[in-house]
């Protein structure tokens, strides 16, 4: 099946997450065969195409986990006219989907390794993909740590499954948010602090640690100096530029990253293919 051709999709579910961000599940309106190419197909990172009537066409990080029964789950704030369209639709409302592209975290190069992950606002969504797909096979990999900051206490995204991921003994999670405010229950304490802050006192095998960073390219700044003094790797620091994508075939140039292109080298790299790349963070 051509990934650069629309398929049919359905509003399937609408769960509201904060007052301007939803978490929508979209079911194709034709199930993928097995083992045939499919947008529910994916690797976490990745991002598809979603097009709605009249509105135009976004690309979206995915945010949940591969299905075979052809539903796709997208985390969407209302910023722009596609996901306004997209915020004003109805359940059972069709849209259009075309993917996955681009390149998602290698997960087949994490067996044994202890993974952090770092989320700042709605980065938290595209982590939560592989977040989901790390808990999957939990028995593969070490330590799984997720730090994760917001704006506000109430602009938590997933906050009940961020709950339940507090109460597990197989993961360690750590909030950090800009402003004071009352911390939902059942989560750690909202500590108001900016996100490398949560870095403080946590222990790190800098050789056999992995980082998944996702967030807005700016903050990638004030993120990776501290993991490197921490003795990470370049190459053991992957970053999501999901944020640059635009056409999602390499054609447009828009989301060029010195030669390279977010939307088909990336948008998941590691630090070491960015570093010397004037502008890239």
Do not use: W
Request: net charge neutral.
């Amino acid at each position: 099946m051509n990934t650069s051709l629309p398929q049919a999709a359905r509003i399937g579910a609408i769960r509201h997450l904060t007052d301007d961000t939803a978490l929508f599940t979209l079911q194709l309106d034709e199930r993928p065969a097995e083992h045939q190419s499919s947008p529910a197909h994916f690797q976490p990172g990745q991002f598809l195409q979603l097009s709605v009537a009249g509105a135009g066409e976004a690309p979206i990080s995915y945010c949940g986990f591969p299905s075979s029964d052809g539903s796709i789950e997208l985390c969407i704030r209302k910023a722009g006219r596609v996901t306004a369209a997209l915020h004003a639709a109805a359940l059972g409302d069709q849209v259009a989907v075309r993917g996955p592209f681009g390149h998602g975290f290698p997960l087949s190069h994490y067996a044994g390794q202890d993974l952090l992950l770092m989320a700042g606002g709605l980065g938290m969504a595209p982590l939560r993909s592989l977040l989901l797909a790390l808990l999957h096979q939990r028995e593969r990999y070490g330590r799984l740590t997720l730090l994760y900051g917001a704006k506000a206490p109430e602009a938590l995204l997933f906050r009940h499954e961020l709950a339940d991921l507090a109460s597990r003994k197989d993961l360690q999670l750590r909030l950090a948010v800009d402003r004071a405010g009352e911390c939902p229950p059942g989560l750690p304490d909202c500590r108001v602090a900016l996100l490398p802050a949560l870095l403080e006192g946590l222990t790190v095998d800098p050789q056999r640690t992995v980082v998944a960073l996702c967030g807005p390219p700016a903050a990638y700044r004030f993120l990776v100096p501290p993991l490197l003094e921490r003795g990470i790797p370049p190459q053991q620091i992957h970053l999501s530029l999901e944020r640059r994508m635009h056409c999602g075939m390499g054609h447009c140039g828009h989301c060029a990253v010195g030669t390279l292109l977010c939307c088909t080298d990336g948008p998941v790299f590691a630090y070491s293919a960015l570093q010397t790349i004037e502008g890239a963070l």
